[in-house]
């Protein structure tokens, strides 16, 4: 008899870790057994690991009418695709099948002081978004409806305040004062926010255009169970600088195993301010990484092929995703009067520690029909799964593209916002509570 209770035990555990997070909420309720069981932080794990092997949903911003106003005006609002399998064996892999939107805590509107929210990044079902002058950060579990503002950074630049003499000059290649990330440490089982603040820069003395950069300063935030274990603190940047060079990361891409990935630039520290020469200093383009349980920057070197023709390429575009849910994917692409207009795709491989770019895709826009790429006003936004392309066109309506069929489909009714600011993500439904870390993927 205590066997087949056993039995009857795991199969509901096995059941309930492959419901929604919905409904195991208001299964909470029930009885004071689920509220435990749901509560447990194994359950959490089983569920957070069912998520991420049926994933099919992209959290993005997207416009809908607005509903105190007329039909001609819109508002941004966040939401859910969730896709299904195409049963049918179709040209594409997965169908849409629902569109949720998603509403933001009154609380939470409150705190932020109705700003429009931008989006950093996600992780296990936990995003974190800020308000457009990076002053408030939140991290955000939508799916349970849990949030957390973070307390204002000791070291947060306020522009206005700062000497004339400084303010004015950030490097040309790089207008960005403030870059940010969010990830997961597997080796103390916690949610991080890293905070990378461009701190100013100068003119030398003795002439008006040399300027020189200060040092990057960056914090890490660490979600714990209690205020205490939570805190802003500086960590070291030696790892972003050589002797003459800083490594300056933008804007946040990816998490992966542990890392954290930004596409940025090698820059010189000092350099000649003038309109001219405004390369002068920047060096080249890279992609920054950042070690969520060391703490520690590395820069890995982006595809010869692109190193080749960087500056030529005015059009080019790059976004880093993930793979086959297990590898870093460089997607690039570009549309200038000098070349044709071309789609590219490298895999990064970690080869006993030497980063190798593998090309994995690529093609002349000429010959697909995005037509929306090859035109110059259109921009991909995800890599869903390994082989669909989400791909929004100028006026923000969404295609996706699928690189092995070569078809596309229009998602009509999806008007994504168009900003570097808010790019889609692939999101994963979970119930991982906002400090809590348990999970090690």
């Known amino acids: 008899m205590a066997h087949s209770c056993k039995i009857g035990e795991d199969l509901l555990v096995k059941i309930l870790s492959s419901l929604p997070p919905k409904s195991l909420m208001r299964f909470k309720c029930a009885a004071k057994w689920w509220y435990a069981l749901i509560n447990n932080p194994r359950f959490v794990d089983n569920q ?24 001609s005006e819109t508002e941004s609002v966040f939401s859910v695709l969730t896709f299904c399998e195409d049963a049918d064996g179709g040209a594409h892999r997965f169908l849409l099948s629902r569109v949720e939107d998603i509403n933001v805590p009154v609380s939470m509107s409150v705190m932020s002081g109705g700003e429009e929210l931008r989006i950093v990044g996600h992780c296990h079902g936990i995003i974190c978004v800020h308000v457009d002058n990076y002053s408030k950060v939140f991290v955000w579990n939508p799916a349970i409806q849990e949030f957390k503002l973070l307390p204002s950074e000791k070291y947060f630049t306020d522009w206005e305040s700062l000497d004339q003499q400084r303010a004015p000059y950030r490097p040309l290649n790089n207008r960005l004062e403030w870059a940010m990330g969010f990830g997961y440490d ?14 100013g820069s100068q003119r030398h003395a003795h002439t008006l255009y040399s300027v020189v950069i200060y040092p990057l300063r960056v914090q890490v935030y660490t979600l714990g169970s209690s205020e205490e274990s939570s805190s802003w603190r500086e960590i070291k940047t030696c790892s972003l600088e050589t002797e003459t060079t800083f490594l300056w990361p933008q804007i946040f891409q990816i998490h992966l195993k542990g890392m954290c990935y930004w596409l940025g630039s090698e820059q010189q520290k000092e350099f000649v301010h003038e309109e001219e020469l405004r390369y002068e200093e920047m ?35 790059m976004l880093l995703t993930v793979w086959n849910e297990s590898s870093i994917a460089l997607c690039v692409w570009h549309n200038s009067c000098d070349v044709s207009p071309y789609f590219g795709m490298w895999l990064l491989d970690n080869d006993f520690g030497a980063c190798v770019w593998t090309k994995h895709a690529g093609f002349e826009l000429t010959s697909i029909p ?16 390994s082989d669909e392309l989400l791909v929004v066109d100028e ?47």
């Open 48 to 71: 957070l690991s069912n998520c991420l092997h049926n994933n099919r949903s992209i959290f993005l911003k997207r416009l809908v009418p607005n509903k105190d106003s007329n039909a």
């Open 186 to 199: 597997p080796i103390s089982k916690a949610y991080k926010v890293v905070s990378i603040i461009f701190y």
């Open 283 to 317: 060096i080249r383009q890279v992609m920054v990484s950042f070690d969520m349980s060391d703490e520690v920057f590395d820069e890995v070197t982006l595809p010869d092929e692109l190193l080749d023709h960087e500056r030529t390429f005015l059009g080019l575009f």
């Open 370 to 385: 995005i037509m929306d790429l090859r035109e110059g006003g259109g921009h991909v936004l995800a890599l869903w799964k």
């Open 395 to 441: 006026d923000g309506c969404t295609i996706c593209y699928n690189l092995r069929t070569e078809n596309r489909m229009s998602l009509p009714t999806i008007q994504i916002c168009m900003s570097n600011m808010d790019s889609p993500i692939v999101y994963v439904n979970s119930i991982v509570s906002i400090g809590l870390g348990r999970h090690q993927t």
